[in-house]
């Protein structure tokens, strides 16, 4: 009888031991009220709108988010800020265009500053708000001193502090042209490849320290996966709400794929790729379901529309073509104004809160994430400058249909000044003062052209804008006066806005480096020893 009841007893202490194990894989975050909701925001860079087989029939290679559309909304007028990355994040990350934030081009290896340091990142609003906040993946907002994400709202950081070429690595991928590996003897080092940064090699950060470099880009989605999956466990742990950016290096060149291409299935590398990416994207998706889907709201979308000169290593604009500029030559993708250049994927996923399998047609922006975030999370918006975004959580919860009137698109590298606005979005019109085409793959550039009255487009029944209105039509002559009043009442508001001026100087001394007595800044030869940044 007593041997019975001690049996039973400890029957019943290995069962609690082995449930306890069981949930300590779980997060506590799950038993916590959602008094205040996580955030993801995961950010594809150059993945067009087509790219999302939820978007695009012909694109089969997003299983993931395919269903993440069918289980939550998914926007199909929805923008980036600009049509080139580091302006495109700054936006992002302060809700605002960069005439008002200062970043209206990308920042370099050896750029001394980054985003204003005065511009205040959703990162520290919502740290200021109980947030543990944690940036995985590719930055590009300023590396050296304190434009360093840790510096800038976030708790933790593991990433690459730019583009994944804008450093040589020892996997160099797939690229057009194709990029050698680091030189490993200084004269090497001095004989660059076409069009490929070699001095400094790519390094890998961990907060502030160097952890690698070069890079090993063949394993880099596994780690940024296993720190995301990490991140959240620790953050639902602790039992504090969490924001996390995973700024993923898919589908920018060079393409980096685990698998190595054998056998005949392999689909290529831009498909691998974007299928590697969209694998990474369901693994984000369902750690953050084991730890209360109910709390999490997770936002995928991307900073920019493809890059057309990489050939068949770039994403697909859908039906977004850009017409009436490719008959002109150059590409109507990345660094335009035009629709393949910032209409990008954008899936919003929240069970329970968010409709499933909506699709909605609110003409939306990147700007819109900062202040939906943070009047989520009941926090305030910070003071004394003005927004291009506005809260949205209306749209997201099917409460209203009704998105901006306007969006104002900038100058992003392939006409005009940088940063300036000379193209608008008002209702379905597309109005264009500057127009020009990026560098396309047959290497053709659109020369720029200046329009005065605007070449306006209605998308409603040209999405490809391949046909201006005729300026003498009923249609131009209406629509006109509300366009010249939209870009006039814009430019005002930004005459009497606190505007911000990035640094873009460049010092030599600037470049993360590892080790200045090797080549390329190579941590030591075997790549083990991290070196912390000064
Ligand atoms: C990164 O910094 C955060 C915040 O200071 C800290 O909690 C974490 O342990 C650091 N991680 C590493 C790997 O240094
Ligand atoms: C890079 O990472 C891959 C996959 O993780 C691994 O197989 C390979 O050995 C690594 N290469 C180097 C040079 O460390
Ligand atoms: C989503 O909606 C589409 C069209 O409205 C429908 O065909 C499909 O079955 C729905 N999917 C789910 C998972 O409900
Ligand atoms: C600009 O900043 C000043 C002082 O910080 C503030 O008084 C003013 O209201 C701000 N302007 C706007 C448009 O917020
Ligand atoms: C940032 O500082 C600059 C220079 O003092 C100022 O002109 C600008 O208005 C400030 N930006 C904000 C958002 O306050």
Not at 27 to 33: D, I, Q
Not at 329 to 341: D, F, H, I, N, V
Not at 395 to 420: C, W
């Amino acid at each position: 009888m007593e041997i019975l009841f001690l049996k039973t007893l400890l029957l019943l202490a290995g069962c609690l031991a082995g449930l306890f194990y069981y949930l300590s894989d779980l997060c506590v975050g799950e038993k916590r009220t959602a008094e205040k909701p996580n955030f993801i925001v995961i950010l594809a860079d150059d993945m067009g709108w087509g790219d999302l087989g939820a978007n695009w029939a012909e694109t089969k290679d997003t299983p993931n988010l395919d269903r993440m559309a069918s289980e939550g909304m998914r926007f199909v007028d929805f923008h980036s800020a600009a049509s080139t990355c580091s302006p495109s994040r700054a936006s992002l990350l302060t809700g605002r265009l960069g005439i008002r934030n200062g970043v209206t081009h990308n920042f370099a290896v050896t750029s001394v500053g980054g985003l204003p340091l005065n511009e205040t990142t959703l990162a520290e609003v919502l740290k200021d708000a109980g947030y543990i906040t944690g940036v995985i993946g590719k930055w590009h907002l300023g590396h050296s001193g304190l434009y360093h994400p840790n510096f800038r709202g976030f708790d933790y950081y593991f990433g690459i502090p730019y583009s994944h070429d804008m450093g040589c690595t020892d996997t160099p991928g797939y690229n057009l042209p194709p990029c050698p590996a680091c030189p490993r003897h200084s004269a090497a080092a001095s004989s660059p490849g076409r069009d490929c940064y070699t001095k400094v090699a790519l390094p890998l950060f961990e907060n502030g320290t160097i952890v690698q470099q070069p890079v090993n880009l063949t394993g880099l989605a596994a780690e940024y996966a296993e720190k995301a999956t990490q991140f959240i466990q620790r953050a639902s742990d602790s039992g504090r709400p969490f924001f996390l950016y995973l700024a993923l290096a898919h589908v920018h060149v060079p393409l980096v794929v685990a698998q190595p291409p054998s056998g005949s299935s392999f689909p290529g590398p831009y498909r691998a790729s974007l299928r590697e990416m969209d694998a990474l994207v369901g693994q984000i998706k369902d750690k953050a379901a084991s730890c209360g889907a109910e709390n999490t709201f997770l936002w995928f979308t991307g900073d920019n529309g493809p890059w057309a000169q990489k050939c068949e290593l770039a994403g697909s604009v859908g039906p977004f073509s850009g017409a009436w500029q490719r008959q002109r030559g150059g590409s109507a993708a990345k660094q335009t104004t035009w629709e393949g250049g910032h209409r990008i994927p954008a899936l919003a996923y929240w069970p329970g809160r968010i409709p499933a399998n909506v699709t909605s047609a609110a003409l939306l922006s990147a700007t819109d994430i900062f202040p939906t975030l943070v009047s989520l999370a009941k926090a305030s918006l910070p003071p004394h400058r003005r927004f291009d975004g506005s809260d949205v959580s209306e749209v997201l919860f099917g409460q209203s249909h009704q998105g901006h009137k306007t969006l104002f698109h900038p100058n992003s590298g392939a006409a005009g000044k940088d940063g300036e606005i000379k193209a608008l979005r008002l209702a379905q019109y597309k109005a264009f003062y500057t127009t020009g085409g990026a560098k396309a793959c047959d290497g053709s550039i659109g020369l720029e052209e200046h329009h005065q009255p605007p070449l306006v487009f209605n998308l409603a029944r040209d999405v490809q804008e391949q046909v201006p209105l005729d300026v003498r039509a009923g249609e131009y002559q209406a629509v006109l006066p509300a366009i010249t009043r939209a870009l006039a009442d814009f430019l005002q508001d930004i005459a009497t806005d606190n505007v911000s001026m990035a640094d873009y100087s460049q010092d030599p001394a600037a470049r993360p480096c590892c080790n200045p007595q090797l080549p390329v800044c190579r941590c030591q030869a075997c790549g083990s020893s991290p070196a912390a940044m000064d």
